[in-house]
């Protein structure tokens, strides 16, 4: 059975910093790269980075980039998200997502074939 399971949401001051971790299992984890998506209410599901796990490649959307850290423990098959200066628009529900690395890393949500169920991250003005 795949599973994504992801924690360390929670409430945080604006300035904050917050952990997120995605836990997987029930796939070959160093085919896959993991991506964490987010969903803020009354908006659309967006990328906020990207990890391929057999060769540590990332990406990250220009709302985050200097910001955010995504990291991966393979012999955990764990992949973290560290979010620093947070600020209240990176207000949403964050989503850890599974897609299979080929040439590039994967960018669209079509990309992914597993999620998890999402955790929220609440910052404060």
């Known amino acids: 059975e795949v599973q994504l399971v992801e924690s360390g949401g929670g409430l945080v001051q604006a300035g904050g910093s917050l952990r997120l971790s995605c836990a997987a299992s029930?796939?070959?984890?160093?085919?896959?790269?993991i991506g964490w998506f987010r969903q803020a209410p009354g908006k659309e599901r967006e990328g906020v980075s990207c990890?391929?796990?057999?060769?540590?490649?990332?990406y990250y959307a220009d709302s985050v980039k200097g910001r955010f850290t995504i990291s991966s423990d393979n012999a955990k098959n764990t992949v973290y998200l560290q979010m620093n200066s947070l600020n209240p628009e990176d207000t949403a529900v964050y989503y850890c997502?599974?897609?299979?690395?080929?040439?590039?890393?994967?960018?669209?949500?079509?990309?992914?074939?597993?999620w998890g169920q999402g955790t929220q991250v609440t910052v404060s003005s």
């Open positions: 997502a599974a897609g299979l690395y080929g040439d590039q890393l994967p960018f669209n949500e079509y990309e992914y074939e597993y």
């Open positions: 029930g796939f070959p984890f160093p085919d896959y790269a």
């Open positions: 990890i391929g796990v057999i060769d540590g490649s990332t």
